[in-house]
């Protein structure tokens, strides 16, 4: 069963720019969540979906989106790039909603110069 | 409001020593579930082990152990012989039940397994 599948692996953007970051979850999960990594802030959840909803939102700007389609891939946005917004940036599936052990993709890393 | 410490940010070992990595939590609410995950080079997490805050029963699995101790919030992680494979960044995170499965990490700890 292929993982968690994330593109693309790194990324270069200047500020001001919007990205898109592409996940794949594990063939029948119907959850996924978005994290950012720094080495300044560690890791924060940015949002979590399931079945095309949006559950959870963590406290970024609205400047950060997400989408979830409905063979359960997933995209999340961030528009008007600051040099701040360049991190490693996580997504995990997992079957269900409640408490499951999270599978991680190998993230895409975004640097914004 | 929720919260994970992990105080130590950088742990240095020989091979074969054993090694326990420290996570302390915080929380008000009575269903919790805790979890470690590895973070190797290649940056994927790596789940290692659940526990839900109704068990308090100590787990092994391998050259693994987890305590947890919800009297001094605390679920520690202890690596048996510890081999040069196990150098990773180790990760606590916490989740507050319900319908989400939303973790708040810590800030983990760095795990050098010199051979």
């Known amino acids: 069963k292929a993982g968690v599948t994330q593109t693309p692996r790194y990324l270069i953007k200047t500020r001001g720019q919007q990205v898109t970051l592409s996940c794949s979850p594990i063939?029948?999960?119907?959850?996924v969540s978005w994290y950012q990594q720094t080495p300044g802030q560690g890791l924060q959840f940015l949002f979590e979906y399931f079945s095309e909803t949006q559950r959870n939102k963590g406290n970024f700007p609205g400047r950060f989106s997400g989408r979830q389609f409905s063979n359960s891939r997933s995209e999340m946005n961030v528009s008007t790039l600051e040099l701040g917004d360049s991190a490693l940036y996580l997504c995990?599936?997992?079957?269900?909603?409640?408490?499951?052990?999270?599978?991680f993709g190998s993230g895409t890393q975004l640097s914004v110069l | 409001a929720q919260k994970v410490t992990q105080a130590q940010t950088e742990i240095s070992v020989v091979e074969k020593e054993d090694v326990t990595l420290d996570c302390v939590y915080e929380t008000r609410d009575t269903t919790y579930y805790l979890f470690w995950y590895k973070q190797p080079p290649s940056g994927e997490l790596v789940f290692l082990i659940r526990r839900n805050s109704f068990d308090e029963q100590n787990e092994i699995s391998g050259r693994y152990s987890w305590n947890f101790q919800k009297s001094t919030s605390s679920f520690n992680f202890t690596i048996t012989a510890s081999q040069v494979v196990d150098s990773a960044v180790y990760f606590c995170a916490l989740n507050i039940g319900g319908a989400t499965n939303k973790l708040i990490f810590g800030t983990g700890t760095l795990l050098a397994v010199q051979p």
């Open positions: 995990a599936s997992s079957l269900r909603d409640n408490n499951e052990k999270l599978f």
């Open positions: 063939s029948g999960h119907r959850s």
